[in-house]
């Protein structure tokens, strides 16, 4: 997860832009938070989707098999 103040930060810079209120060294401030926040993101959802298996309702694993594949550590692009 992005540290808190790091996200405290790029949600003030957000309202900033709404407003249009923000200056160009914030709205570079802001993307590279921005793009901070979206490889912490990435890296979490991986994890998530790896550790998934899905079950249908008779309790057959139907886990599709890039997600397996992944799991094997043979990444299927």
Known sequence: MLEPIKM???NELAK???????TDAELLEQNELRQEY???FR???KEII?????VDPEGNDVTP???KAIKAGKIVQ
């Open 16 to 22: 900033k832009k709404k407003y249009g209120t923000i």
């Open 65 to 67: 098999d890039k997600v």
């Open 50 to 54: 790896e550790h998934t298996k899905v």
């Open 8 to 10: 405290t930060r790029l």
């Open 43 to 45: 890296v979490g959802m």
């Open 38 to 40: 979206l490889t912490v």
